[in-house]
C-alpha cells in the first residue's frame, strides 16, 4: 500500500512518520522549499534560534506528546511560569509583575485563574464576549480577557465559540500541566529529526486532488503523484480559499465543518536589539497597547544582542495589517517603547511575519465559530481514500498546538491502518 502525505507541518511528518513505522510507504508532498509548515525557525535573525512560526510546548500532561522527542533528543528548555518572569502594564496603568498584578487586582485574578465559581456552562452558539457578559464580568475584565487570553487564540472574542473554549478555564500561570515551555535549541531540532529518512518532495504545489479511484495527486509542475490513500494535512484557509481542488467535489459534512470554523489572522513583529531592555529575568511583557503580548527568546541574557517579538491576532491584527508593515513595525515600537520607559530606544532590525498573506497558509491558526462546536470533529472524520489531520481536525482541548498537530497525524495514520 501506498499513501501520499499533502503537507509536511508536523501533522504531515507525524502521518508519514508513523506510516512508516507500520511498514506503509508514505510521500510527502509539500509546496513550500522548507519542512515544518507554521513551525518555522530562523537561524539568520539573531546568533540564537527564532521562530517565526509556533513557538511554545504548551503544558507537560501526558498527553504532550512533544516531551517525549525533547527527552530522546536532549534538548534544552526553557519554563515561563507567568507569574514571575513576566511584567503586565495593568488597566489602572501600574507596571507590575503578574504575581504582583494578580495579587493587588481580584477581577486581574479572575481572569488569569479563571476560578469562575458555580456559574452556568457556556452555550454552543455563544461567543466568549457575550459568555463572560452573562456571567458577570466587567469591561475591564473583558479587556483583560482579550488582551491575553483571546489574543493567544487567535481571534477576537466575538468569534470564539465560548464552549469550545471552556477546557482553557484553567490556571495556565500557575499549574505545571498548563503553562508553556520554550525550546532553547529552536523547534528546528525537534521536527528536523521527525522527517529523517521520511520521502518528502519539497516545491510541489498541489492543485488537485483526484479521489474517485484510489487518489491522484496533480502538482503545479504537471507532475502527478498516485497512491492507494492520502492524508490531508492542508491548513484550513487552504480548504476554505479552494486553492486545491478535489474531485469529486469534497462532500457535505466536509463543506459544512469548514464553514464552522475561521482562519485567524496572527501576525509576529520580531525585534533585534544591541542590549537587553529589562533584568534578564524578566521574559515577557502583557502590554496595554498593540502588540499587547510580548515575549524575548533570549531570556537570561545579561548581555549581548536580544530578540523581542509581539504577537497579535484578531482585531490587534487587523490594525496592523491596515497599516503594513513598515508602519506596523514602528507602531509596534511605540508600544514597547511606551511600556518598558525608553521613549528613544531603537532597533538594529526587525521583521514582521505575516501569516495572512502566506500562500501556503493564509493564516495563523483555526478557530471554531459560534454555533459550530461539532465542526472539528466533522473535518476529522475519515472519508476513504482521504484521510484528514493538521490543527484544524484536533480536538478542541489540543487545537492550535503542536502537539495537537502531531496528534491528528498519528492518529491518520493509525486510521489508514486499521482500514487495511
Given at each position: 500500500m501506498k499513501v501520499l502525505v499533502i503537507g509536511a507541518g508536523v501533522a504531515g511528518l507525524s502521518a508519514a512518520y508513523h506510516l512508516k513505522g507500520a511498514g506503509i510507504e508514505a510521500t510527502v508532498l509539500e509546496a513550500r522549499d522548507r519542512i515544518g509548515g507554521r513551525l518555522w525557525t530562523n537561524r539568520d535573525?539573531?546568533?540564537?534560534?527564532?521562530?517565526?512560526?509556533?513557538?511554545?510546548?504548551?503544558?507537560?500532561?501526558?498527553?504532550?506528546?512533544?516531551?517525549?522527542w525533547v527527552e530522546a533528543l536532549g534538548l534544552r528548555t526553557w519554563h515561563w511560569n507567568k507569574v514571575d518572569d513576566s511584567m503586565i502594564r495593568t488597566e489602572a496603568?501600574?507596571?507590575?509583575?503578574?504575581?504582583?498584578?494578580?495579587?493587588?487586582?481580584?477581577?486581574?485574578?479572575?481572569?488569569?485563574?479563571?476560578?469562575?465559581?458555580?456559574?452556568?456552562?457556556?452555550?454552543?452558539?455563544?461567543?466568549?464576549?457575550?459568555?463572560?457578559?452573562?456571567?458577570?464580568?466587567?469591561?475591564?475584565?473583558?479587556?483583560?480577557?482579550?488582551?491575553?487570553?483571546?489574543n493567544a487564540e487567535g481571534e477576537s472574542m466575538e468569534f470564539l465559540n465560548a464552549a469550545a473554549h471552556a477546557h482553557l478555564f484553567k490556571d495556565s500561570d500557575g499549574a505545571d500541566?498548563?503553562?508553556?515551555?520554550?525550546?532553547?535549541?529552536?523547534?528546528?531540532?525537534?521536527?528536523?529529526?521527525?522527517?529523517?529518512?521520511?520521502?518528502?518532495?519539497?516545491?510541489?504545489?498541489?492543485?488537485?486532488?483526484?479521489?474517485?479511484?484510489?487518489?491522484?495527486?496533480?502538482?503545479?509542475?504537471?507532475?502527478?503523484?498516485?497512491?492507494?490513500?492520502?492524508?490531508?494535512?492542508?491548513?484550513?484557509?487552504?480548504?476554505?480559499?479552494?486553492?486545491?481542488?478535489?474531485?469529486?467535489?469534497?462532500?457535505?459534512?466536509?463543506?459544512?465543518?469548514?464553514?464552522g470554523l475561521k482562519m485567524g489572522p496572527v501576525l509576529k513583529l520580531v525585534y533585534l536589539f544591541e542590549e537587553p531592555l529589562l533584568d534578564p529575568s524578566i521574559g515577557a511583557i502583557y502590554a496595554k497597547g498593540n502588540p499587547p503580548m510580548w515575549w524575548s527568546p533570549s531570556l537570561g541574557r545579561d548581555s549581548g544582542a536580544t530578540v523581542w517579538t509581539g504577537f497579535v491576532s484578531g482585531?490587534?491584527?487587523?490594525?496592523?495589517?491596515?497599516?503594513?508593515?513598515?508602519?506596523?513595525?514602528?507602531?509596534?515600537?511605540?508600544?514597547?517603547?511606551?511600556?518598558?520607559?525608553?521613549?528613544?530606544?531603537?532597533?538594529?532590525?526587525?521583521?514582521?511575519?505575516?501569516?495572512?498573506?502566506d500562500p501556503f497558509a493564509l493564516g495563523g491558526y483555526s478557530v471554531c465559530l459560534p454555533g459550530h462546536y461539532a465542526a472539528r470533529g466533522k473535518l476529522a472524520m475519515a472519508t476513504p481514500p482521504l484521510f484528514?489531520?493538521?490543527?484544524?481536525?484536533?480536538?478542541?482541548?489540543?487545537?492550535?498546538?503542536?502537539?495537537g498537530a502531531y496528534f491528528t497525524g498519528q492518529r491518520a495514520a493509525r486510521e489508514i491502518v486499521e482500514s487495511g
Amino acid at each position: 500500500m501506498k499513501v501520499l502525505v499533502i503537507g509536511a507541518g508536523v501533522a504531515g511528518l507525524s502521518a508519514a512518520y508513523h506510516l512508516k513505522g507500520a511498514g506503509i510507504e508514505a510521500t510527502v508532498l509539500e509546496a513550500r522549499d522548507r519542512i515544518g509548515g507554521r513551525l518555522w525557525t530562523n537561524r539568520d535573525f539573531a546568533d540564537i534560534p527564532v521562530e517565526f512560526g509556533a513557538e511554545l510546548i504548551h503544558g507537560r500532561s501526558p498527553e504532550v506528546n512533544t516531551w517525549a522527542w525533547v527527552e530522546a533528543l536532549g534538548l534544552r528548555t526553557w519554563h515561563w511560569n507567568k507569574v514571575d518572569d513576566s511584567m503586565i502594564r495593568t488597566e489602572a496603568g501600574d507596571w507590575l509583575t503578574m504575581g504582583e498584578a494578580r495579587a493587588a487586582s481580584a477581577e486581574l485574578d479572575a481572569t488569569r485563574s479563571w476560578d469562575l465559581g458555580d456559574v452556568p456552562a457556556p452555550r454552543d452558539d455563544e461567543d466568549l464576549g457575550r459568555y463572560l457578559r452573562r456571567i458577570g464580568f466587567s469591561d475591564m475584565q473583558l479587556r483583560y480577557v482579550q488582551r491575553s487570553f483571546a489574543n493567544a487564540e487567535g481571534e477576537s472574542m466575538e468569534f470564539l465559540n465560548a464552549a469550545a473554549h471552556a477546557h482553557l478555564f484553567k490556571d495556565s500561570d500557575g499549574a505545571d500541566d498548563y503553562s508553556d515551555y520554550r525550546i532553547l535549541d529552536g523547534y528546528d531540532s525537534y521536527y528536523r529529526r521527525l522527517a529523517d529518512e521520511l520521502d518528502i518532495r519539497l516545491n510541489c504545489v498541489v492543485q488537485e486532488i483526484d479521489w474517485r479511484d484510489g487518489v491522484r495527486a496533480r502538482a503545479r509542475s504537471g507532475e502527478t503523484y498516485a497512491a492507494a490513500a492520502a492524508v490531508i494535512t492542508l491548513p484550513l484557509g487552504l480548504l476554505q480559499s479552494d486553492r486545491v481542488r478535489f474531485n469529486p467535489p469534497l462532500p457535505p459534512q466536509k463543506r459544512e465543518a469548514l464553514t464552522g470554523l475561521k482562519m485567524g489572522p496572527v501576525l509576529k513583529l520580531v525585534y533585534l536589539f544591541e542590549e537587553p531592555l529589562l533584568d534578564p529575568s524578566i521574559g515577557a511583557i502583557y502590554a496595554k497597547g498593540n502588540p499587547p503580548m510580548w515575549w524575548s527568546p533570549s531570556l537570561g541574557r545579561d548581555s549581548g544582542a536580544t530578540v523581542w517579538t509581539g504577537f497579535v491576532s484578531g482585531d490587534y491584527a487587523r490594525e496592523m495589517l491596515a497599516l503594513g508593515e513598515v508602519k506596523a513595525l514602528q507602531k509596534g515600537m511605540e508600544t514597547l517603547r511606551q511600556e518598558i520607559g525608553n521613549p528613544t530606544l531603537q532597533f538594529v532590525k526587525a521583521r514582521w511575519v505575516n501569516w495572512p498573506a502566506d500562500p501556503f497558509a493564509l493564516g495563523g491558526y483555526s478557530v471554531c465559530l459560534p454555533g459550530h462546536y461539532a465542526a472539528r470533529g466533522k473535518l476529522a472524520m475519515a472519508t476513504p481514500p482521504l484521510f484528514w489531520a493538521g490543527e484544524a481536525t484536533a480536538p478542541h482541548h489540543l487545537t492550535a498546538m503542536v502537539h495537537g498537530a502531531y496528534f491528528t497525524g498519528q492518529r491518520a495514520a493509525r486510521e489508514i491502518v486499521e482500514s487495511g
